[in-house]
């Protein structure tokens, strides 16, 4: 009898723990949520999704045009053109696999601002030289301010020089690091918010979900699409977790 309460105890503890890392694992969409109703990367249409089933986040790509435009976008060129040598005139009219035109960085801010609720994850892609990467953070960071979405958008890239011009540019940036070669502590030591790592990354440093969380930095764990790995992040007791199956990770996150 003593027995069996123990073990009802620890399975009820275990259910406790269980139940706690689902409530503070959040779900951020990958590129917004494209994965629906054949909505494009990167595409306005892919944030309102993102928005409709209450995902906690949003991720997108920003790059900065030749005359300083900062638009949309995951590679490095569309259409064939390269975005960082050519200018927004040469750019504007090109479009995404749904038809819908290249969004600019002030254009998805106003969809933002009109949905309110999802955070923006904002990544600024690297650029070819340091001096066109502190344009991209100033650019940046003052459409955010213009469009009063401070609170609202958390930034990230595998730039350590964008990273950096972003904590001092702006001391208040929310600032996580992508590229998965550096430490909690060495993070910690340059006032970033957070680190956000390929899953891969934690099956090589598995203590550094502990160690981040120990040093007061958030963990997100990038693109997580299998349930099983979602699961073992989660338990893990991993913030966020980027996802191109945002629905399939909400349900599992249910009680």
């Known amino acids: 009898m003593q027995l069996r309460t123990v073990k009802s105890i620890a399975i009820m503890g275990l259910m406790a723990i269980s139940g706690l890392a689902a409530a503070q694992t959040k779900v951020i969409t990958h590129r917004g949520y494209w994965n629906s109703n054949q909505a494009a990367q990167n595409s306005l249409q892919s944030l309102q999704q993102a928005h409709a089933i209450h995902a906690y986040g949003s991720e997108f ?9 900062a638009v949309i976008n995951h590679d ?59 344009e991209a953070v100033k650019t940046v960071l003052a459409l955010v301010k213009k469009h009063k979405l401070q609170q609202r958008t958390d930034y990230i890239s595998f730039s350590h020089n964008i990273c950096s011009e972003l904590i001092r540019q702006d001391k208040k940036a929310r600032v996580a690091y992508l590229k998965g070669d550096l430490s909690p502590a060495e993070l910690q030591q340059e006032h970033f918010y957070g680190l956000d790592y390929h899953h891969s990354v934690f099956d090589k440093h598995p203590e550094w979900i502990k160690e981040a969380k120990q040093l007061g930095l958030t963990v997100n764990v990038w693109t997580v699409n299998d349930q099983d790995m979602m699961r073992r992040f989660v338990q893990d007791g991993a913030d966020f977790i980027t996802t191109d199956q945002p629905e399939v990770l909400t349900t599992l996150l249910q009680p």
């Not at 790509?61 to 435009?69: E, K, P, S």
């Not at 490095?76 to 050519?86: H, K, Q, V």
């Not at 749904?98 to 600024?124: C, D, S, V």
């Open 61 to 69: 790509d920003v790059y900065l045009t030749a005359d300083g435009v």
């Open 76 to 134: 490095a060129t569309i259409g064939g053109l390269s975005i960082e040598t050519s200018t927004y005139a040469q750019l504007k009219d090109l479009t995404l696999s749904n038809g819908e035109k290249m969004p600019t960085l002030e254009q998805y801010l106003q969809a933002a601002g009109k949905l309110g609720g999802t955070q923006l994850i904002l990544e600024i892609k690297p650029h070819k030289a340091a001096d066109r990467e502190n």
